[in-house]
């Protein structure tokens, strides 16, 4: 089964910037088009950015310009590198094939706050 297991979240000022990544247990990215979500307290998972099987990608419009969702085959892993965030950003970060066909992980928590 494969697992997914994202990191690099934190707490960080508005303005500031952060690197997420997530690691899979397997060779999955051939066959799955990668993608990041994220969950605010009292909201429905979203979308964030994801690569698809065009292949292009895609940005919700709040992040686009400053998220940017990238990629390395051979270690099995995807990032997202967030720039300029705002407290609307806060949330648990997760990462899942798009549409979402994985297991979930259990995320990585990023407070945009002073």
């Known amino acids: 089964q494969v697992q997914l297991v994202e990191s690099g979240g934190g707490l960080v000022q508005p303005g500031g910037s952060l690197s997420l990544s997530c690691a899979a247990s397997?060779?999955?990215?051939?066959?799955?088009?990668m993608a990041w979500y994220r969950q605010a307290p009292g909201k429905q998972r979203e979308l964030v950015a994801g690569?698809?099987?065009?292949?292009?990608?895609y940005y919700l419009d709040s992040v686009k310009g400053r998220f940017t969702i990238s990629r390395d085959n051979s270690l099995n892993t995807v990032y997202l590198q967030m720039n300029s965030l705002k407290p609307g950003d806060t949330a648990v970060y997760y990462c899942?094939?798009?549409?979402?066909?994985?297991?979930w992980g259990q995320g990585t928590q990023v407070t945009v706050s002073t």
């Open positions: 899942n094939a798009n549409p979402p066909s994985i297991s």
């Open positions: 397997g060779s999955i990215f051939g066959f799955y088009a």
């Open positions: 690569f698809t099987r065009d292949p292009s990608t």
